[in-house]
C-alpha cells in the first residue's frame, strides 16, 4: 500500500513516453514568395494527454529569396534546454495541434523572430513513426512571417 501511495505521489514526475523526434524541411518550403528552410532536433517527453514537453531542442532555419540560391535573406539556430508546450493555445486553423514557442534571438544567430513548432496530438499520443508538422515564423527579422510544413519522425 505504502509503495502504491509513493507511485502516485511521483507518477507527475515520470514521463509516460520518451522519444527523440527530428524534424525537417530542406527542399525549401515556398511561403510569401520566399524559399524556407527549416530543420528541429529534440527528446520528446510525454508527461500526459495535455502535457508535451520538447528538452535539448536544437532549431535552426534559413530564408531564401531565390530557391536556387545559397545566399539567406536570414538564417539563424538557437539550442533550448527545455520548451513545454502552450496549454493556452486555441488554434483557429491547426485543430489538436500541441504548439511550442520559441524566439530565436540574434544573439545566438544571424537571424531573429518567434517560431512556434506545431506538432499533431494524434502522431505524438500514438508515436507514429513518421508525420507532418508546421512551423509558424512571425516577425523573421521584423519583416518575414508565414507557415510553412516540416516532416517529421520518430526515432
Not at 513545454?84 to 500541441?98: A, D, E, G, V
Not at 511550442?100 to 545566438?108: A, E, L, N, V
Request: overall charge neutral; some cysteine; aromatic content about 14%.
Amino acid at each position: 500500500m505504502k509503495f502504491l501511495l509513493l507511485s502516485l505521489l511521483l507518477l507527475p514526475f515520470y514521463s509516460l513516453a520518451s522519444t527523440k523526434i527530428e524534424c525537417v524541411q530542406a527542399k525549401g518550403w515556398e511561403t510569401n514568395e520566399m524559399f524556407v528552410k527549416a530543420s528541429l532536433a529534440a527528446k520528446l517527453e510525454i508527461l500526459s494527454n495535455k502535457n508535451v514537453l520538447l528538452q535539448n531542442l536544437t532549431l535552426s532555419y534559413s530564408i531564401h529569396d531565390d530557391k536556387l540560391s545559397s545566399y539567406a535573406w536570414s538564417e539563424g539556430q538557437s539550442h533550448f534546454t527545455s520548451v513545454n508546450n502552450n496549454p493556452n493555445y486555441t488554434p483557429r486553423k491547426y485543430l489538436n495541434y500541441f504548439q511550442f514557442q520559441t524566439y530565436i534571438s540574434s544573439h545566438d544567430s544571424l537571424g531573429y523572430g518567434y517560431i512556434d513548432i506545431l506538432l499533431p496530438k494524434e502522431a505524438i499520443m500514438t508515436q507514429q513513426e513518421s508525420f507532418n508538422a508546421y512551423l509558424q515564423m512571425t516577425g523573421m527579422d521584423d519583416h518575414f512571417g508565414g507557415t510553412i510544413k516540416i516532416y517529421c519522425r520518430l526515432l
